[in-house]
Nanobody
Framework: VQLQASGGGLVQVGGSLRLSCAASGRTFSSLSVGWFRQAPGKEREFVAASRRSVGQRHYSNAVKGRFTISRDNAKNIVYLQMNSLKPEDTAIYYC????????????????????WGQGTQVTVSS
């Protein structure tokens, strides 16, 4: 499975961006998918996840209510809609996927995922 993340860029505080993660080699309908981010000098952190088969979505407290993860199975793309962006959202964003049937706690952990995209930079200016 290969993942290709795109959609990052420079946006002002309060603005929006939509990140895309396209998969080849397998359909997203058979994968659990997560978004993670890493800011300079910081550890990678969980952002959002959509668990395989269950249809439940999970968000970190930092982005809950502002970000939405969604799937377009026809296009085999997973999106991360990011609204009301803040300077602290500045990071490289990575999409990840795995064929496992995750429980919620597993979906929040980056090491649970086998496949990773290359990352896309999001910069929020104040």
């Amino acid at each position: 499975v290969q993942l290709q993340a795109s959609g990052g860029g420079l946006v002002q505080v309060g603005g929006s961006l939509r990140l895309s993660c396209a998969a080849s080699g397998r359909t997203f309908s058979s994968l659990s998918v997560g978004w993670f981010r890493q800011a300079p000098g910081k550890e990678r952190e969980f952002v959002a996840a959509s668990r395989r088969s269950v249809g439940q979505r999970h968000y970190s407290n930092a982005v809950k209510g502002r970000f939405t993860i969604s799937r377009d199975n026809a296009k085999n793309i997973v999106y991360l809609q990011m609204n009301s962006l803040k300077p602290e959202d500045t990071a490289i964003y990575y999409c990840a996927a795995d064929a496992g049937h995750f429980i919620m706690s597993t979906a929040l952990i980056g090491d649970s995922y086998e496949y990773w995209g290359q990352g896309t930079q999001v910069t929020v200016s104040s």
